[in-house]
């Protein structure tokens, strides 16, 4: 007799756990009554585009539904949806500005949305959690730097390398006289510049430099668009051909000396009919044996300078 009731018990127990088994596989085949989920991984409130965070889904089923953003803590920080009545299939796309009730911007973190559905008694986590990032990355580079820079195509000094890093991964961005040249397209944590001397005009065209001195300032943009405040670094030099002098004093047939600034090996010159290649540097002239006011004109890449020779 006994016997038979151990039996009896181990078929009970074994009948018992392959109903529990179907009932566990079966709920795993159950689908969930929220599909389509979509939400924004991270956004900025004080970004220059990814200012607020989209939750997407659609309902399997017919269903009374509140949705909110919870914290870390698990604390409800803003509703974004209460007690809505909806139908199967609807499609819901809230937002969050990241703002709380009463204002002000939530603490930087990773916050979550949540679901509760009345009819079905589940309430449901988003597995998309959202980063709320206020926080813009900051640029380490070399400063004060004074490059100097002849971008006239001859292969030197036609461009300015920078290198930075940076406390995020994120876009590095140069700026030039306060207007934007180059915007990485990769977000790394280091990387390098080259300026090749161009610049944007009135129109947004991209122009090449005139002589004079300009401002390079580096910045960042990181994945929650919060961009750093510009950072002056340089002051960059841009020469093409320049003369020490505008105007030169000498006696008839006298010999004067002018220095010319260039990175061109050799220049060429013209002066009242005569004309010649010399070496960069200090070129030596010979002026004309007639008084009177000429014209002194040196080439070099492309570029002209000029300088007034008095004869006297």
Not at 118 to 141: C, E, F, N, Q
Not at 204 to 218: D, E, N, S
Request: proline share 6%; with cysteine.
């Amino acid at each position: 007799m006994a016997r038979v009731l151990s039996t009896a018990v181990v078929l009970a127990l074994l009948a018992a756990t392959a109903v529990a088994f179907a009932i566990t596989e079966g709920a795993k085949l159950d689908k969930s009554p929220i599909a389509g989920t979509d939400v924004d991984p991270v956004f900025s409130p004080a970004g220059t585009e990814k200012r607020v965070a989209h939750v997407r889904f659609r309902l399997r089923t017919p269903e009374r539904i509140s949705v909110w953003i919870r914290n870390s803590d698990g604390q409800n920080v803003r509703q974004l949806l209460t007690n809505r009545s909806a139908r199967r299939g609807t499609r819901f796309n809230l937002i969050w500005d990241g703002f709380s009730p009463s204002g002000t911007v939530q603490p930087g973190g990773t916050y979550e949305p949540v679901v509760k559905l009345g009819r079905s008694h589940r309430t449901i986590v988003l597995p998309s959690p959202i980063v709320l990032d206020t926080k813009p990355p900051t640029v380490t580079v070399k400063h004060p730097q004074y490059p100097l820079l002849s971008p006239d195509g001859d292969g030197r000094r036609d461009s300015f390398r920078i290198h930075y890093t940076l406390s995020e991964p994120a876009h590095a961005i140069l700026a030039v006289r306060g207007r934007r040249v180059l915007f990485t397209k990769g977000q790394k944590t280091a990387g390098e510049l080259v300026w090749d001397g161009r610049v944007k005009n009135s129109q947004g065209q991209f122009v090449k430099a005139k002589p004079g001195r300009y401002l390079l300032t580096i910045s960042a943009q990181d994945r929650a668009t919060n961009v750093s405040k510009g950072f002056p670094f340089a002051i960059a030099q841009v020469r093409y051909l320049t003369l020490a002098r505008k105007r030169v004093v000498v006696r008839p047939g006298g010999r004067f000396a002018l220095r010319v600034s260039t990175d061109a090996p050799r220049v060429n010159w013209r002066l009242h009919g005569r004309s010649g290649v010399q070496r960069a540097g200090t070129l030596h002239f010979r002026a004309p044996r007639s008084t009177g006011v000429f014209q002194l004109y040196v080439y070099a890449g492309g570029h002209a300078a000029k300088c007034t020779v008095v004869v006297a």
